[in-house]
């Protein structure tokens, strides 16, 4: 499995492309699908990683809430291809109600890309409490 990390600051175009860092294309190829994220951003999943996410959203049980999840991802996914100048066009509904408009973070996430809209990014990138979330971490067998 490639993992996915890292991160890229770049700006989307007049047109709503991006131009997909190439460490970042080795790990989605040529095509992706994009969807909500949590936390404000968008979630980019490569056509594997989608298909494994959406075999656990599937085996999930039939509650309501799991239903309103299922509809958030699910609904709101598109699949996008890279050109070959390397860019990508985010449709414009995802853009919005992420609030991208210009510049834009990528971050790799090991399974996935998350991507931000700068101002959004910057203003939850913040790594005080990073050592209280180690502990938790280290709780559930994690290791630093």
């Known amino acids: 499995m490639n993992r996915l990390a890292g991160k890229y600051e770049h700006t989307i175009d007049a047109k709503g492309r991006i131009i997909v860092p190439s460490k970042i294309r080795e790990g989605l190829g040529d095509s992706f699908i994009v969807t909500l ?53 985010v449709p414009a509904p995802l853009r919005e109600k992420a609030g991208i408009d210009k510049e834009v973070v990528l971050v790799g996430m090991i399974d996935k890309v998350e991507l931000w809209s700068k101002e959004r990014f910057d203003a939850q990138d913040n790594f005080d409490s990073i050592d209280e979330a180690a502990e938790n971490l280290s709780a559930l067998g994690v290791s630093f």
């Open 37 to 89: 994220g949590l936390d404000g951003c968008l979630y980019i999943f490569s056509d594997d990683g989608w298909d494994k996410f959406s075999e656990q959203l599937e085996g999930l049980p039939g509650t309501k809430e799991i239903r309103q999840i299922k509809r958030y991802f699910m609904a709101n996914a598109a699949h996008c291809d890279i050109d070959k100048q390397g860019r990508t066009l």
